[in-house]
C-alpha cells in the first residue's frame, strides 16, 4: 500500500489539520473518566501523524506513545517532543501488522486512519492486536467518515484552510467514484495540499491511495465479531452528548470501545 505523498509534509499537515485538536483531546480525556479504566494514563495514539494529539495529551502530563507508517511524521514528532520536552514515545509501525510492545489504558485511532484497512481480515487482527496492548476495561476510540448521504458514497470533495504564522495551508480532500470497487467497498481517495508561504504558493499533490468505506451497522458487527470489545457508544462529534445519528446528518462515526 503506498502512503499520501502528503504525509512526507509533517509541518504542513500541522497547520492543515489543527482546527479541532482541543475537542478531540477534551472528548478523550472524557471518554476516559466516563468509561475507562481507573487512573487511566498510559495513551497509544495509532497513527498518530503529525502528533497534534500526542502533544497536546503529554503537556497535560499523559505519559504518551504514537505509531505512524510515514518515517517523516515520526521524525516530526520526536523533534517536537523534544524540543518541548514532553514525554512522548514514538516509531514507525503498520497499523496492519502492528508491533509495538507494551500496555496501555486507552488507545485512539483518529481522522479517517482507521479506513486504511481495507479487508474484514486486515479489522479484525487489528481489533484483536490492540486489545492484546490494552489493559482489561481499557478504551479504543475510532473515528472515521460515513457518507451522511447514500447518494455521496465515494463521491464527496472537502476543502478547508488553516493558518500558522506566515503559511497558509489549503486542504482539498476528494473522492473518486469511478474508482469504486462495489465488493470489497473500497476507492480512491487524495490529499492535495496548497501552501502559500514567503510570497509564494506551492502544490504537493497526495497522489491516489486505496481506503474501505465502513457502513455503521457493518462496523458494529466487525467489533462483535472480533470477540474482544464491547461498543459503548457512537458520536457524530467528539462529543459525548451528540450520538451518532441522522438528526445530525453525521458525516464522521466516533466510536468508543472498551476490552471486555
Ligand atoms: C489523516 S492522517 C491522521 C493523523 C492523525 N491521526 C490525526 O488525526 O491528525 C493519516 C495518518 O495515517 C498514517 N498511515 C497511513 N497508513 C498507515 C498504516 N498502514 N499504518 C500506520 N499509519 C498509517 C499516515 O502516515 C498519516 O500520518
Known amino acids: 500500500m503506498s502512503n499520501s505523498e502528503v504525509y512526507r509534509y509533517p509541518r504542513y499537515y500541522a497547520i492543515g489539520?489543527?482546527?479541532?485538536?482541543?475537542?478531540?483531546?477534551?472528548?478523550?480525556?472524557?471518554?476516559?473518566?466516563?468509561?475507562?479504566?481507573?487512573?487511566a494514563k498510559r495513551l497509544l495514539?495509532?497513527?498518530?501523524?503529525?502528533?497534534?494529539?500526542?502533544?497536546?495529551?503529554?503537556?497535560?502530563?499523559?505519559?504518551?506513545?504514537?505509531?505512524?507508517?510515514?518515517?517523516?511524521?515520526?521524525?516530526?514528532?520526536q523533534e517536537q517532543a523534544s524540543q518541548n520536552h514532553l514525554s512522548i514515545a514514538v516509531s514507525i509501525d503498520d497499523l496492519r501488522e502492528l508491533s509495538i510492545q507494551g500496555t496501555f489504558d486507552a488507545a485512539y485511532c483518529f481522522m479517517d486512519t482507521f479506513r486504511?484497512?481495507?479487508?474484514?481480515?486486515?479489522?479484525?487482527?487489528?481489533?484483536?492486536?490492540?486489545?492484546?496492548?490494552?489493559?482489561?476495561?481499557?478504551l479504543y476510540l475510532t473515528d472515521f467518515w460515513i457518507p451522511s448521504q447514500w447518494d455521496q458514497i465515494a463521491s464527496e470533495i472537502h476543502q478547508w484552510e488553516?493558518?500558522?504564522?506566515s503559511t497558509l495551508v489549503r486542504v482539498f480532500y476528494v473522492q473518486h467514484p469511478e474508482s469504486v470497487d462495489p465488493v470489497a467497498q473500497t476507492f480512491e481517495d487524495e490529499l492535495v495540499f496548497e501552501i502559500e508561504e514567503a510570497g509564494q504558493t506551492k502544490q504537493i499533490r497526495g497522489g491516489?491511495?486505496?481506503?474501505?468505506?465502513?457502513?455503521?451497522?457493518?462496523?458494529?458487527?466487525?467489533?462483535?465479531?472480533?470477540?474482544?470489545?464491547?461498543?459503548?457508544?457512537?458520536?457524530?462529534?467528539f462529543d459525548l452528548s451528540k450520538p451518532f445519528d441522522s438528526f445530525y446528518h453525521?458525516?464522521?462515526m466516533i466510536t468508543v470501545l472498551k476490552k471486555r
Open 116 to 138: 486504511f484497512l481495507l479487508t474484514n481480515e486486515e479489522v479484525l487482527k487489528h481489533l484483536r492486536k490492540v486489545a492484546e496492548l490494552l489493559v482489561p476495561g481499557g
Open 250 to 252: 453525521s458525516w464522521r
Open 162 to 165: 488553516q493558518t500558522s504564522g
Open 45 to 77: 495514539d495509532i497513527g498518530c501523524g503529525s502528533g497534534r494529539h500526542l502533544q497536546w495529551l503529554a503537556m497535560q502530563g499523559y505519559p504518551m506513545t504514537g505509531v505512524d507508517l510515514s518515517s517523516e511524521m515520526v521524525a516530526f514528532v
Open 208 to 237: 491516489r491511495t486505496r481506503t474501505r468505506l465502513f457502513m455503521p451497522q457493518e462496523f458494529r458487527l466487525l467489533v462483535e465479531h472480533s470477540g474482544v470489545f464491547d461498543c459503548v457508544s457512537t458520536h457524530g462529534e
Open 17 to 39: 489539520y489543527q482546527w479541532n485538536t482541543q475537542q478531540e483531546c477534551q472528548f478523550i480525556q472524557s471518554c476516559l473518566t466516563a468509561y475507562g479504566p481507573a487512573q
